[in-house]
């Protein structure tokens, strides 16, 4: 599966080989995180946030989106800076262990939540969640450092699916552990929170021993990190010609990804508000959509690097659409499930064909920065997406018709995706 692969003419990967085992530890950090997102974010803190802290569905769904929104603008913020910095110390990994750690402990916190702990869940929620999705910008950079050209695609998709299945295997410890455990202070629920904790921390070591940072760190005073990192950052915004397909792929990702973001992270309270799932059923409704979303990952990554990161994303968001609509109209559960796997198998090919078509188009230079970029992408599109949904539900009481909502993110993004020049973007990178 992990190929060694050795630099070809013209990629932007600056070592001359890449050994299975590099490929493989960048690829277990997916893995590794896998039970944060799957765990925490879609599947069973926030019903447990919605159900059993607040009490209440609506009040509920307003308030955890409210939390996704935050966390959202702080790392849109800060990320594209941090980046930077991360570029020019050549410390990447020095930044991934860091928002590692805080992801850890925050995480760990959430474990003492109890009814009625509203606004103390949603800090150390928020405090987690930046962390997560700060660390996702510093292991996208290594992308473009263990890959070429002709295999980025697949090495991506690899990541994607290993992430999968690591969630999958996690959802099914989780499930366990929930008939398994006393309920007592619903301590089955909260134990799943520590085993997230266990599993990030476990499973990224091979992350942190095995995967090379690339370059000489540069050791200078703190604060010329900071000002370097607001020139390269400003270097970058007055070039933007020169990576304006690059531009256009962020703002493309920026709309679709709203709403892919909103629901998925929103699927576990959806399937409980609408069609009464209960927490054991929406762990079940994990499991089937990480199977399904590791396969499309996986096998769409031999498809992306066959017809090109931007093909391959139409293809998904005009599934998405189709399957946005019928499960925001699925009188049954039956119709509700099809869906849900729908979306799924599009879920993994979507996120793994955008970080590659962005990793194609990245100067050597700026691997971090530009994920930087695209984790600010990432963040303000998961602020309107659950901002619209949330404020559906409090106006209309009616999730059908925030879900509904979500398709008109997958249209507009399809229109703006048709705006990149692909070649162009990859030339531009490698001149």
Known sequence: MFRGSRIGRGDPVSASAVRRREVFSWCMYDFANSAFTTLIVTFIFSAYFMQVIVGDEVRGTVLWTRAVNISAIVVALTMPVLGAIADFSRRKKRFLLLATIQTLVFTTLLFFMQPGMVVLAVI?????????????????AFL??????RNMGRISGYGWALGYVGGLAALGIALWMMGALPENGHLNVRATI???????????????????????????EPGTYVREGFRRVAE????????????????????????????????????????DFTIEEVIKLGIVANVAAGL?????????????????IAITLVVLTIAALLGATAETRT????????????????QSASRTLLGSMTPEAKHAEF?????????????????????????????????????????????????????????????
Do not use: C
Request: no cysteine; aromatic share 16%.
């Open 144 to 149: 473009p450092e263990i890959s070429t050209s």
């Open 124 to 140: 150390l929620f928020v405090f987690a969640n930046v962390a997560y999705e700060g660390g996702q910008a510093f292991y996208n």
């Open 335 to 350: 119709g509700f499930w099809i869906a849900a796997i729908l979306i799924s198998f599009m879920v993994g090919p979507t």
């Open 194 to 220: 520590l085993l997230v904790a266990i599993w990030f921390a476990v499973f990224s070591i091979p992350t942190f021993l095995f995967l090379p940072e690339r370059g000489i760190a540069r050791a200078v």
């Open 236 to 275: 970058t915004f007055r070039h933007l010609r020169r990576y304006r397909e690059a531009a256009k792929v962020l703002l493309a990702r920026l709309v679709y990804n709203d709403g892919l973001v909103t629901i998925f992270a929103l699927a576990g309270i959806y399937s409980i508000a609408v069609f």
């Open 371 to 431: 994920f930087g970029f695209y984790a600010f992408s990432g963040k303000l599109s998961s602020i309107l997406g659950p901002l619209l949904f949330g404020t559906v539900v409090g106006v209309t009481g009616s999730h059908r018709l925030a879900m509904g909502s979500m398709v008109v993110f997958f249209v507009v993004g399809f229109v703006l995706l048709m705006l990149v020049d692909e070649k162009a973007g990859i030339a531009a990178a490698r001149s």
């Open 296 to 312: 499309g990952a996986f096998g769409f990554g031999f498809v992306n690097d066959w017809i090109g990161g931007k093909r391959t």
